[in-house]
């Protein structure tokens, strides 16, 4: 008896179990979307829900029945991509997701007439386009992980790689499914693919890699400013403490340098575009706004390796995206570690974002803004 049938579905329950903890976990909507079109692929109504039940599909409408899980599939990916790869979507991608449900519509009403039964490869041609958005859809998801999110060189890219050459195969499945010295040999290989992506997934969901190192500035400075700091601006903080940025800083941004970025500096960026270990310049660090359980740890390290001073204009990021309390608290836990070692902390604040109550709870820890 083939072992394909069993290891496809274990690995399409996996994948969906690590999307899931992973969606849990972070409460991003981005792997929301990715969840769901991993279980629609999990469930499998077809194989796992009606066939045990002994009910049968109608003949008739088998032809798009078939065919719109696909469509939902590839849909579903196609938007949680670009939600993984961007923190908001652009108007040319809602222009593509329209085009794409436009030409799904009218598939699956010409799936309905004779319009495909006139020419002599029927099967493939109807196969060929909802066969080509699923690969295609899993490729691009792929691409993205790799890209954007999971760490090179680790166990975690089984994942995109999975998905990519899972993609693959299944651009070809019009054409060779009905090929008897090919088709079994391609089966075998979806699910060697779908298997390492449920690997790297794992992997990736409940183990993933650090996203960035610890660093020793090449220079160690003696601290030239101790104690905590509230300002409106940047600006504001270099009017009254020209030599801030002369110390070796950390920076905690939204916004980060453009220009290449100086010895004495690293740089955390606040982003949802994870770029595993990559680094945007050499001292520049994306880290998503809701891990500050890694960002604290870094920082502590980065603090006992002789960095001097902290500045944070993300402050309000971190709020939105984690709540008041547990932002606060992130704060709160950094300026301890930063005075207990002597250091110096600037916080930049825009008070129209906050209430007077979080606000007066701020300057209080920090003392009043300037």
Do not use: C
């Amino acid at each position: 008896m083939s072992v394909i049938p069993y290891i496809n579905f274990l690995s399409r329950w996996l994948l969906f179990l690590a999307a899931l903890y992973k969606t849990t976990k972070t409460k991003e909507k981005r792997w929301g979307l990715i969840t769901i079109a991993l279980f629609i692929n999990a469930l499998d109504v077809e194989s796992y829900i009606l066939t045990p039940l002994g009910v049968s599909i109608n003949p008739e409408a088998y032809e798009i029945a078939s065919k719109i899980p696909n469509f939902l599939i590839a849909g579903l990916l196609f938007w949680g991509g670009i939600q993984l790869k961007k923190e908001r979507s652009e108007f040319k991608d809602v222009v593509a997701l329209g085009v794409f449900a436009v030409a799904t519509y009218i598939w699956l009403f010409l799936l309905a007439t004779e319009f495909f039964e006139g020419f002599k490869h029927s099967f493939a041609i109807k196969a060929s386009f909802p066969s080509f958005v699923f690969g295609v859809s899993l490729i691009y998801v792929g691409y993205v992980l790799r890209n954007y999110v999971i760490s090179k060189n680790t166990l975690e890219e089984l994942f995109p790689w999975g998905l990519i050459l899972l993609g693959a195969i299944n651009l070809t499945y019009p054409f060779i499914r009905n090929i008897e010295s090919i088709a079994p040999v391609a089966f075998l290989l979806a699910a060697v693919f779908r298997l390492m992506a449920a690997v790297g997934a794992l992997k990736f969901a409940i183990y993933p890699s650090e996203i960035a190192v610890f660093e020793t500035p090449k220079q160690q400075k003696p601290p030239g400013i101790k104690g905590t700091f509230i300002f409106k601006s940047k600006e504001d903080l270099e009017k009254v403490i020209p030599d801030f940025f002369k110390q070796n800083v950390i920076m905690i941004t939204r916004n980060p340098p453009k220009e290449k970025v100086p010895e004495n500096t690293l740089v955390y960026w606040l982003t949802k575009i994870e770029v595993g270990s990559i680094k945007a310049d050499g001292k520049i660090y994306p880290v998503s706004p809701t891990r500050i359980d890694i960002l604290i740890h870094l920082l502590t390290k980065n603090l006992e390796s002789g960095y001097n001073a902290v500045y944070m204009d993300g402050f309000e990021y971190l709020m939105i995206e984690n709540g008041f309390e547990s932002a606060v608290k992130f704060l709160f836990d950094l300026k301890d570690r930063v005075v207990s070692e002597g250091k110096v902390i600037a916080l930049i604040i825009d008070p129209r974002t906050l209430t007077e109550k979080q606000m007066a709870l701020l300057e209080r820890e920090f003392g009043k803004r300037t």
